[in-house]
């Protein structure tokens, strides 16, 4: 998203015009998005009535399951019926289930969002005191091996680190479910595995951006004032030091929005990256139009939140 | 300084990755060494040797299935799995047993009028739907006309071609009529449930498929659907055929094969549906699990578009089957996971006729493309779909490889399954994206009709229908025309035998195999009845604590 930033200068237009900007952008965006997945998913091929009616189907069914779907409408009419429905917040209904896409993905949405939130929490509680103490223990033996960590953490694949987890707790050691929902204890593997990999993310940008605060001017004046290295590191340098963690940190929840598409599967975790994957497997437009939309909508808003949060950890930063 | 320390750390970090590899996978991969071949079928209890008192047995039974289904509609299912599963809530007329033969179920007789149009099945008295709504003549009906109903979504509506209506005769006896003498009819009869009137009453089209309450006859009653997670069922205690002897069943919906393995392997489901292939050496050889393997119905061939080019010659096709080593192939990629094919139809239907395997012999395939003025080979594509069938991928590989050696360069096309069911069966002869398909029919008739007549008839080409090799035999369309229409039993025999051979002889195919089906399962689990259409029962299954 476009953004601009004003270091200590005016506000060229107030909070609300800037909001109101924000959310026209954000609208050319999401029409410019559902008409791309719409054309896009159709542009793969693969006839979503005949994988509905089964490969052994007559020809006459797939037809009548075609005129059901609406498909054997001219594609200008289904972009605008698809379209016009929008604007009224109806995402359709599913090829496959037959009930309202909106129903499906409000029944996967509070799974994703509870995998999302458990683990970039449990990422910044632990990544961001990590990377502070590996700045400021720079070339040290904690230093070695927390970059050990980090580096191991976001080169290990994801589907392969998921697999390891349930090896140790599920089969071996018996004491954490290997897949499903419905208890705290469903949560932890998934948790793990995407913070983990976030985790090892987070630790390195800290500790980057820590020691480039270090480095500057005002550091060194505090220093010469006679200040400690500590009240030096969590008083001045730390606030400077986050912004570009926010950023990060915003960026990579708005991508678990979508679905942590692998660890749902490994953990059989029933969010909305699955629900995607499976609606494009079987050519459920609706559902893969209506999911990326939902997602694109979050991710935006997401990131608006994210924009909003650096005004708070610096006052400098004025949106414009 | 930095730049030293960040190659040492992620040298470390290499180790780290390494060792926890090596200490946590190895011990896994350890009893891969076991040879394959002692996988072997663990089907001990049967239906009949289950009387003797069970000990304590657990309230609940976990199942790991790979897909969650669409509809719980028991007329609306395109996959086997979820359809199987609706068979523990409502079901049949008549059903197969162990070997796949045609057994009575809900129906008690049945005959076959003179000229084969009219079908009369007399239903058993004094059994009940989950909501007490008594088994009769209204009930099937009812179900009849629903799957006749266009507005009505059923896939497997091309098995009820020939039927015209549904007339009750009696209380406990109806008539279906039919449009042309169809002697498959009653086998068809295996794959519709009957449901309850009263039951579809209360639930109307718009919930029959989210929600089926009470729907139908069988030993389990519809209780949960949580979307992407699970599907729970309870005991009918009312059942026909006796309770079953467990509370509740949670099919636990997991995509992730090695999800499906380590939750056996933690004791977080009691059974798993088909477990990864690569694993059954390492499965069969744990303590505490057990492997049901048994043959199904899913034959797997090599479509031939017998239209294109060298294919149109019979010989070409002919060298394609003894190029093949078939025998390798099942042992080496498919770690015996398969069956070897003599004839297209499966052996405990009616009409099967073994025919002589195609033997491994490259030299006579050369042979053979010199004879029809190929010495010098040619060029295929072969398309092959990914993670449909077992090893699928490989086998494709391993065919390249097979007919590379008689001088056949194959190039391997491999879309995803919506991409390669419309290159299999939307195309007409000349458009298709393929030379060779490897693909296999699953087929729920136990009667040869249900597999020569929709994939060997001239009048079944694709697009649309499922003669995609675009076959045409004069003879064979005729022995399959009179087989459907004749009444008496052992004259369709006779044609069949001559149809199979005359096929065999042609080579549309290359023949293969028929796929085995898999479950996965603890050794506390007893009574589990599989059945070669890719099917299980759970009506005699109990599991210790």
């Not at chain 1, 985790?199 to 060194?220: G, H, L, P, W």
């Not at chain 2, 040298?11 to 190895?26: D, E, G, S, T």
């Not at chain 2, 809530?89 to 049945?110: D, R, V, W």
């Not at chain 2, 052992?490 to 005359?502: G, V």
Request: proline letters at 6%.
């Amino acid at each position: 998203m476009g953004l601009c930033y004003t270091v200590g200068g005016k506000p060229v237009l107030s909070a609300l015009k800037y909001f109101f900007y924000r959310l026209l952008t954000l609208a050319i965006t999401l029409i410019g998005l559902v008409t791309l997945i719409f054309i896009l998913i159709r542009s793969i091929p693969g006839d979503p009535a005949r994988v509905l009616a089964g490969m052994m189907a007559s020809e006459e069914d797939v037809n009548l399951i075609r005129e059901q779907l609406g498909l054997n409408q001219p594609i200008y009419i289904q972009y605008f019926i698809y379209l016009k429905n929008l604007f009224t917040l109806n995402l359709g209904i599913s090829f496959r289930t037959d009930s309202p896409v909106i129903n499906e993905i409000f029944a996967r949405l509070p799974n994703t969002l509870l995998l999302a939130v458990t683990s970039t929490c449990t990422a910044v509680i632990f990544g961001i005191p990590l990377g502070v103490i590996a700045a400021s223990k720079k070339g040290g033996k904690l230093d070695f091996l927390l970059s050990t960590f980090s580096i191991a953490g976001i080169s290990l694949p994801i589907y392969w680190l998921g697999l390891i987890l349930i090896l140790i707790f599920s089969v071996e050691l018996r004491i954490l479910p290997a897949g499903g929902s419905g208890t705290p204890m469903h949560l932890i593997l998934p948790t793990l595995t995407i913070a983990l990999y976030l985790m090892a993310f987070i630790v390195k940008i800290t500790k980057a951006s820590v020691i480039d605060s270090m480095e500057k001017n005002y550091v060194i004046t505090a220093k010469s004032k006679g200040l400690s290295e500590r009240t030096i590191l969590y008083k001045h340098v730390l606030k400077n030091a986050l912004i570009p963690v926010v950023t990060i940190i915003g960026l990579q929840f708005g991508a678990l929005l979508g679905g942590a598409v692998i660890t749902e599967t490994i953990f059989a975790w029933p969010g909305l990256g699955r629900l995607i994957v499976d609606s494009i497997n079987s050519r459920d437009y609706p559902m893969v139009q209506g999911s990326i939309f939902i997602f694109a909508l979050l991710y935006a808003l997401v990131n608006l939140a994210t924009d909003i949060l650096y005004t708070f950890i610096d006052p400098r930063v004025r949106l414009k | 300084m930095g730049k030293a320390l960040n190659k040492l750390a992620a040298v470390a970090a290499v180790i780290v990755v390494v060792a926890a590899a090596a200490v946590f996978l190895l011990p896994q991969l350890q009893p891969t060494t076991t040879t394959p071949s002692s996988t072997t079928t663990s089907l001990t209890s049967s239906p009949t040797t289950t009387s003797s008192t069970p000990p304590i047995t657990q309230k609940v039974l976990r199942i790991a299935i790979g897909i969650d289904a669409d509809t719980l509609d028991p007329h609306g299912q395109t996959t086997t799995l979820i359809s199987n599963i609706m068979s523990f809530i409502t079901e049949p007329l008549f059903y197969y047993n162990e070997k796949g033969e045609l057994i009575h179920y809900l129906a008690e007789s049945y005959s076959v009028s003179s000229d084969g149009l009219k079908v009369t099945v007399t239903l058993k008295k004094g059994i009940k739907f989950q909501d007490g709504y008594p088994l009769n003549a209204t009930a099937v009906k009812l179900t009849f006309d629903r799957l006749l109903n266009p507005k009505v979504k059923v896939p497997s509506r091309y098995l009820l071609d020939a039927l015209n209506s549904t007339e009750i005769v009696d209380q406990y006896t109806v008539r279906f009529n039919l449009k042309y003498a169809y002697a498959p009819f009653v086998r068809t009869l295996t794959t519709w449930y009957i449901i309850s009137p009263l039951a579809y009453q209360k639930l109307g089209e718009e919930n029959l498929g989210k929600t089926p309450i009470d729907l139908g006859t069988g030993p389990l009653k519809f209780k949960e659907w949580v979307k992407g997670d699970h599907i729970t069922l309870v005991r009918f205690d009312d059942y026909w055929g006796g309770p079953v002897k467990f509370e509740e069943v949670v099919f636990k919906i997991v995509p992730e094969a090695q999800t499906r393995e380590a939750m056996l392997l933690s004791g977080e489901v009691d059974i798993v549906y088909q477990p990864p292939p690569a694993d059954l050496p390492k499965l069969n050889a744990t303590a505490g699990v057990k492997l049901a393997i048994n043959p199904s119905t899913r034959v797997m061939t090599v479509n031939i578009n017998t239209q294109r080019g060298p294919l149109k010659d019979a010989r070409v096709r002919q060298a394609l089957n003894y190029a093949v080593d078939k025998e390798a192939l099942i042992k080496n990629v498919l770690f015996n996971l398969a069956t070897l094919a003599d004839s297209p139809v499966y052996p405990a239907f009616f009409g099967y006729s073994p025919q002589k395997v195609y033997e491994y012999n490259p030299e006579k395939a050369k042979q053979l493309l010199a004879e029809a003025g190929y010495s010098s080979g040619f060029k295929l594509t072969l398309m092959v779909p990914t993670g449909r069938y077992i090893f699928d991928r490989q086998v494709g590989e391993a065919l390249q490889s097979y007919l590379s050696k008689v001088g056949i360069t194959v190039e391997l096309y491999t879309p995803d399954w919506p991409t390669f069911v419309q290159s299999l069966i939307g195309q007409n002869y000349t458009s298709t994206p393929w030379d060779l398909c490897y693909v296999g029919y699953g087929m729920t008739t136990p009667d040869a009709d249900a597999v020569l007549y929709p994939v060997f008839h001239s009048s079944q080409w694709a697009p649309g229908k499922f003669n995609t090799m675009f076959y045409k035999n004069e003879r064979v369309d005729k022995l399959l025309d009179d087989a459907r229409r004749e009444v008496d039993e052992s004259k369709r025999l006779q044609m069949y035998a001559e149809a199979q051979k005359i096929i065999w002889e042609e080579c549309p195919w290359i023949f293969l195999y028929f796929q085995n089906f898999v479950l996965a399962h603890s050794d506390k689990v007893h009574g589990l009845v599989v059945y070669p259409y890719e099917t299980f029962d759970l009506r005699w299954v109990y599991a210790t604590q």
